[in-house]
């Protein structure tokens, strides 16, 4: 298991902050991902948009299988992939997620739980679910992987068209 304390979330900032001067493919694309969640969450601090990028992954990861979970896995970038594993037991169950609604709501219940919340509501969620996932999906294809239920991968490919077409951006907690 690996655990994302304090200590690792500086050190995966740190990683985010870093990917700049780095020069593959995949790397231009995490921080052409990165900056793009950052301006269009609104967020000053890298730390939190770590931890918001992991909490999208990580309830993600619950929903998928052990298998469908190495698809993504090896479609990732190195530093995705430590936010996707993050609190990970091998031995943990699958929570089979139908909806997009259930999704976001696992996600904001998770995050309630913490001593500093990362979203004010539930539509904070949402929104910051659609950017990320979409953006996952522009710059690593997540899903066209066909790991996700087809019910919340047509739901979230939906949402992603709606929200782009209406040009929408999420602010959440700073």
């Known amino acids: 298991m ?26 231009e694309q995490s921080v052409r991902f990165f900056k793009e969640i950052k301006n ?26 052990h298998e469908q979970s190495s698809v993504v896995i090896n479609t990732l970038p190195s530093l995705f992939q430590l936010l996707f594993v993050a ?10 997620i139908m909806h997009l609604d259930e999704l976001v709501d696992n996600i904001y219940q998770e995050d309630k739980k913490q001593k500093k919340s990362l979203f004010k509501s539930e539509i904070d969620t949402l929104n ?21 239920r087809y019910s919340l991968t047509q739901e979230l490919k939906q949402a992603v068209v709606e929200e782009t077409s209406l040009g929408s951006t999420a602010v959440i907690n700073n």
């Open 2 to 27: 690996i655990i994302c304390n304090k200590r690792n979330l500086t050190q995966l900032a740190l990683m985010v902050s870093s990917l700049a001067y780095t020069h593959t493919d995949k790397d």
């Open 40 to 65: 269009n969450l609104g967020l000053h601090s890298s730390r939190k948009l770590v931890s918001v990028v992991r909490a999208v992954l990580s309830q993600l990861r619950k929903t998928l299988s």
């Open 87 to 96: 609190n990970w037991k091998y031995d943990d169950k699958q929570e089979p």
């Open 128 to 148: 910051s679910v659609l950017l990320i996932i979409s953006k996952l999906d522009k710059f690593f294809g997540i899903l066209g992987l066909n790991v996700f």
